[in-house]
């Protein structure tokens, strides 16, 4: 089956209901395709004690204010996806899901996305994936030897599952030390950082990360000094349950080690620690394979863009993947404004 629409957004997570609320508010014939099997993107699927880095009121999608969560200052997932569910029933978003995007094809005037469940064409596509489902392991010598168990924050659910083991947490960002935070206390911890950890100051939350993300794209659209942005004020949120480990002693960084072997870890000095299980906290990769049809990768993999719109590919538009798609848009109060952004264009294109 053909279905033709004016637009096709590509995700039903955050970035995909703002920009499915921009496109409803232009009066444009638009289709949001979701691969999840229910609302709420990624945030359906983190480990069980992740909460927001901000108040809810600080963490809206646009239209809609995230209501307070009784007895939580800074919102849980379960919560976020309360509201994204909520979200789209209220705007009336016409979703398709569970629908894969396979891949985005140019065909004359029109861009045609295939999908496991039939064709879609469409003057403009908006991809909005995000990086969830594209996990990031770094190339460490000998991870395929060691006789552990290895997994990826994806992976990661809950501290009793590793309640007595000696652990390795990889990774000196928010997920490493909110996962290391939570397998201090029952675990035998080793959490290891490239660099020494930088944590922000304590009153720093979520608003104040997005408000120097803006300033620094402001500063870099008008020419002026990169600020530095968020990188500029650390590397680490220091959310409650980060702080009291931090306090208490329990979060002491060691090094990286160089490489993996059958029981363990060994450093660069001939040290070696055993283990028996790694969480690889290394980030991950915007989730981008469905475009591969389109030939619009540099290099370095990285796929141009002026504000969110693919310089090579005029007609589609990247939501939510990070800075380089918009100030903060990979985040619920960030991805507003580049996702009327992107809606406007598309409109555009047909005036």
């Known amino acids: 089956m053909t279905r033709r629409f004016q637009v096709v957004v590509i995700g039903g997570g955050q970035a995909g ?11 444009l014939d638009f289709v949001v395709l979701d691969a999840q099997a229910e609302s709420g993107g990624a945030w359906q699927h983190p480990w069980n004690s992740l909460h927001l880095f901000s108040p809810a009121a600080h ?7 995230m209501p307070h969560q009784t007895g939580e200052a800074y919102p849980d997932a379960a919560h976020v996806v309360a509201y994204l569910r909520d979200y789209e029933k209220r705007y009336e978003l016409p979703i398709q899901r569970p629908v894969r995007a396979l891949g985005v094809h140019r065909d004359g005037e029109l861009l045609r996305v295939e999908t496991d469940s039939g064709t879609w064409h469409a003057r403009a596509v908006i991809s909005a994936t995000g990086t969830w489902w594209r996990p990031f392991l770094p190339a460490v010598p000998g991870r395929a030897h060691f006789g552990g168990q290895q997994l990826h ?13 000696r652990v390795i947490v990889v990774g000196g960002g928010n997920s490493g030390a909110q996962i290391a ?13 490239q660099r020494p950890p930088r944590f922000l100051a304590d009153d720093i939350d979520g608003r104040a990360l997005f408000d ?6 402001r500063a870099l659209d008008q020419g002026r000094t990169d600020t530095g942005g968020v990188a500029s004020l650390g590397d680490i949120v220091a959310v409650q349950p980060v702080r009291e480990a931090r306090d208490r002693g329990l979060l002491k960084a060691s090094p990286m080690f160089t490489r993996l072997v059958a029981g363990g870890v060994e450093w660069a000095d001939g040290t070696r620690a055993e283990v028996d299980a790694i969480i ?3 980030g991950f990769r915007p989730a981008l394979s469905h475009l591969a049809p389109l030939q619009l990768r540099g290099r370095r993999g990285h796929i141009a863009t002026v504000g969110t719109r693919a310089v090579a590919e005029p007609r589609l538009h990247l939501l939510g ?4 798609t918009g ?14 952004e992107a809606a406007r264009e598309t409109a555009d294109l047909g005036a």
């Open 17 to 27: 209901l703002a920009a499915g609320y921009h496109l409803r508010r232009l009066g």
């Open 59 to 65: 963490s809206s999608l646009p239209g809609r204010l």
């Open 153 to 165: 924050t994806v992976g990661y659910r809950q501290p009793r599952d590793f309640a007595g083991r």
């Open 181 to 193: 935070a939570d397998l201090a206390h029952d675990s035998e911890l080793t959490w290891v950082t």
């Open 212 to 217: 120097a993300a803006t300033a620094r794209r």
């Open 280 to 282: 690889w906290c290394t």
């Open 321 to 324: 993947y990070g800075d380089w």
């Open 327 to 340: 100030p903060a848009s990979a985040t619920l109060i960030g991805v507003g404004r580049p996702a009327r």
